[in-house]
């Protein structure tokens, strides 16, 4: 049911994203929205707010360091992080499709590292660590990237099976 789907924020966020912007535009409209989910924080950490979490105009490592008083009593083998990303398609304010992927399990560490500038502009980069490549997410190979469940990989399949579908009808 549609209220079923408006459960999972993030997809209820692409969702409405999508949908208003397709009003305005005579293509399909593609939208996202996603965050870092942080189990162990429960209540203290909201994915909807990865980016705000810390207050607006706020910089990249203020964030971080705020993220890490938040995590400073939590041993640093048990602070896993994935990353929950939705994305939804819309046409003339309908809905055509929209999913919902989690992957990129990792940890936070307690060090921030400013990433290469092709990675800023998305702060949790820089604490968030694969152990078992001994690697931050910029560092990650292609197929480590597939390994750990890279979102975008599979939303990137979606995407183009729906787009092929799309244009033989």
Do not use: C
């Not at 890490?68 to 003339?92: C, F, G, H, Y």
Request: proline letters at 4%.
């Amino acid at each position: 049911a549609a209220s079923d789907v408006y459960k999972r924020q993030h997809l209820g966020t692409a969702i409405t994203k999508a949908v208003n912007w397709s009003r305005s535009v005579e293509s399909l409209t593609v939208a996202s929205d996603g965050g870092v989910q942080i189990p162990v924080l429960g209540d203290r950490w909201k994915s909807l707010f990865t980016h705000r979490a810390t207050g607006f105009n706020v910089t990249d490592e203020e964030r971080a360091a705020a993220l890490m008083k938040l995590l400073e009593t939590v041993p640093e083998s048990d602070r896993n992080a994935q990353w929950v990303e939705s994305i939804a398609v819309a046409q003339m304010g309908q809905l055509i499709s929209a999913w919902e992927v989690t992957g990129l399990k990792g940890l936070l560490i307690d060090q921030y590292h400013l990433a290469p500038s092709p990675f800023r502009g998305f702060w949790v980069y820089g604490m968030w660590f694969f152990p078992q490549y001994g690697k931050h997410y910029w560092e990650l190979e292609e197929e480590e990237l597939q390994a750990v469940g890279e979102p975008w990989f599979k939303i990137q399949k979606f995407l183009i099976d729906l787009l092929q579908i799309t244009a033989r009808s």
